[in-house]
């Protein structure tokens, strides 16, 4: 099925979150209509904090920084300038496959970091997103966040390739206090951007997900489906899904 891909805006010119997703609302009523084709987002924001429909009163700023909280699974995070962050719009053929569909945006992450900069992701078991787990504590260098409504899905991936961490410092990121966050650039000691990736992700997206690309005007699924975090099971990897 087709698949399009739309970038919208990388340093200097950042995307407004607010207008992201207005546009992803947007497009998700007109994909399930059928007037528009599936289409991912890529994109660098402004600075933002998040928070999914799982965040707690502890997980947020600590000075009371302003949060804009939006309807994708998980808990608080941040996005920014040196974050390449995608948001797919998909006409799912098949609502048995999210949890798949999950698991293939964190396998295109995956390997995209590890065939163009030798970064070995891994998946965590019960956490989402892509991990890195060689040192004495794990750190985070990707975050997945949907949600499905009327078998159309919203919200996405972000990766960290040349951003600050210090936002991270403010929160309780995605809720996890035992663990630490990382970029494509501190792990490799030179700067890597986001519009330096953006192609190679792009392209494995445009691989991976028309796989689970269905026909419009699906609408038979209930209004209010459960957003969607996590993944995949490591013991047992789907067939068919990049590892």
């Known amino acids: 099925m087709d698949l399009e891909l739309r970038r919208l805006g ?20 007109s994909v399930r209509e059928g007037s528009s084709p599936s289409t991912v987002l890529l994109l660098e924001h402004s600075d933002v904090y998040t928070a999914g429909k799982r965040t707690e009163e502890a997980d947020r700023p600590k000075d009371g920084t302003p ?25 799912l053929r098949d609502r048995s496959l999210v949890k798949d569909y999950v698991c293939t945006l964190e396998g295109v992450i ?12 891994q998946r ?11 040192g004495l504590r794990d750190r985070k260098i990707a ?12 919200h996405g991936f972000a990766l960290n390739c040349s951003n600050s961490l210090d936002p991270f410092e403010n929160i ?6 035992d663990a630490d966050t990382t970029t494509i ?22 691989s991976a997900l028309p796989q689970y690309i269905g026909a419009g005007q699906r609408t038979s699924q209930s209004a209010d489906e459960e957003p969607v975090t996590s993944a995949c099971s490591i013991a047992q990897p789907k067939e068919g899904v990049p590892q």
Not at 67 to 91: A, N
Not at 111 to 118: N, P, R
Not at 124 to 134: A, H
Not at 143 to 154: D, E, F, K, N
């Open 10 to 29: 990388f340093d200097p010119e950042l995307v407004d979150y607010t207008e992201a997703l207005e546009l992803q609302r947007h497009l998700h009523t």
């Open 67 to 91: 949060v804009i909280d939006v309807d994708r699974g998980g808990k608080i995070t941040w996005h920014g300038r040196g974050q390449l962050v995608g948001y797919p719009i998909l006409q």
């Open 110 to 121: 995956m390997k995209v970091l590890a065939e163009d900069y030798g970064i070995q992701g």
């Open 124 to 134: 965590v078991e019960g956490r989402s997103g892509v991990w890195l787990t060689d």
């Open 143 to 154: 975050a997945v966040g949907i949600r499905v409504h009327q078998s159309v899905t919203l």
């Open 172 to 177: 309780i990121p995605c809720g996890i206090s």
């Open 185 to 206: 650039s501190r792990e490799l000691g030179r700067t890597v951007r986001p519009a330096d990736v953006v192609e190679r992700i792009a392209e494995e997206l445009k």
